[in-house]
């Protein structure tokens, strides 16, 4: 090796120590972050739930009618819908809403259209059962009940939550007190928190179709409804230090 090859070498050693320097703090700070893990820590989740009595209904009424021409038909639909919306105004506490509404051809073998066929709804919210039944019931010359189903309003909901919110909360603190001491621990702090809803699970839906409320259709009876509960669970997961 010659002298100028020693001197550039030795000159190349020199400048990268102290960039080989600079960087070993902040990777030695790097891998300490990424691998360093405080002792005492415990995970913990606790739940909450209940099952809460739904208090909303909804009333689908229906019409059907068959004619030849569909414009007539459309026409027909159309009042037999208003008909039942003007009625359902003057109860309190219900409030009606249109609903789906369709009409389709019917074909025979030949594939030409014989009739037109159509169907329209409306439907009837009530937190007050028995007048949205009792309407129901007046409503059967008019239409026809297909389907009835129950829900859990947000007030409610949101009720439920506050309450199982609390009972959740202390269930993480009974948990990480126990567990602490469990561990040999005095005592514990908490590290983080988190509260979440997993919203609501209905029970199935009663449903009735309009072959089942034939019978009933033919009277002012009213229309036999009882509603379900719904499931409201609240989550609270975090970790603590044990101390």
Not at 197 to 222: C, I
Request: proline share 5%.
């Amino acid at each position: 090796m010659t002298k100028n090859t020693a001197r550039a070498l030795a000159f190349a050693l020199v400048c990268a120590a102290p960039a080989a320097l600079a960087l070993t703090p902040a990777m030695a700070r790097a891998q300490s972050t990424g691998q360093y893990q405080p002792a005492g820590v415990l995970s913990l989740n606790a739940q909450a739930s209940a099952e809460v009595p739904q208090d909303v209904v909804d009333i689908t009424l229906f019409y059907e009618q068959e004619a030849s021409d569909p414009s007539a038909l459309t026409s027909t639909l159309n009042q037999r819908a208003d008909s039942a919306l003007q009625k359902a105004k003057g109860v309190n506490g219900v409030t009606a809403r249109t609903g789906s509404f369709s009409i389709y051809p019917s074909t025979d073998r030949d594939g030409r259209i014989s009739a037109w066929r159509g169907r329209t709804e409306i439907v009837l919210e009530s937190h007050d059962f028995a007048a949205v039944s009792k309407l129901a019931g007046q409503m059967a010359s008019i239409m026809q009940v297909g389907n009835v189903q129950f829900s859990l309003s947000p007030e409610a909901q949101r009720a439920a939550e506050q309450k199982l919110t609390s009972e959740a909360i202390r269930s993480f603190r009974e948990q990480a007190a126990s567990s602490a001491q469990a561990f040999g621990y005095s005592g514990y702090s908490i590290r983080e928190v988190n509260v979440g809803h997993n919203g609501v699970m209905p029970r199935p839906v009663m449903m009735m179709s309009a072959r089942a409320m034939g019978a009933d259709a033919k009277s002012a009876a009213p229309v036999p409804i009882e509603g379900g509960t719904s499931t409201v669970t609240v989550n609270v997961s975090g970790s603590v230090q044990m101390k």
